[in-house]
């Protein structure tokens, strides 16, 4: 499975971001994670094969997960709004290691990981 990020960038606080991931096919649960400096990596937004969501209290109402398909390529998303400067962190893409795997927000029962992208809000 192959993940690759883009889109952070630096916002002011209260702005919006739109992360981007591009996933290999063959991945059924998906998550958006984050790790700040000197922070453990926790878990932000998760989306299930068939669409269900679930978030972290912090990023509730703020930012949404999803996912698009098409005959080229697999794409999960993290639609990110009234940023604060907590949200600074490096933010990743993550899938589990089967499709078997409870789709949570829990990063150690997530295998597959991209590269990160960067997340500042000043």
């Known amino acids: 499975v192959q993940l690759v990020e883009s889109g952070g960038g630096s916002v002011q606080a209260g702005g919006s971001l739109r992360l981007s991931c591009a996933y290999t096919?063959?991945?059924?649960?998906m998550g958006w994670f984050r790790q700040a400096p000197g922070k453990e990596r926790e878990g932000d937004a998760v989306i299930d094969r068939d669409g269900t969501t679930a978030y972290a209290d912090s990023v509730k109402g703020r930012f949404t997960i999803s996912k698009d398909k098409d005959l080229v390529k697999n794409t999960l998303f993290l639609e990110m709004t009234n940023l604060k400067a907590d949200d600074t962190a490096m933010y990743y893409c993550a899938a589990p290691p089967d499709q078997y795997t409870y789709c949570n927000l829990d990063p150690t029962a997530y295998r597959h990981w991209g590269q990160g992208t960067q997340v500042t809000v000043s």
């Open positions: 096919y063959g991945v059924y649960c």
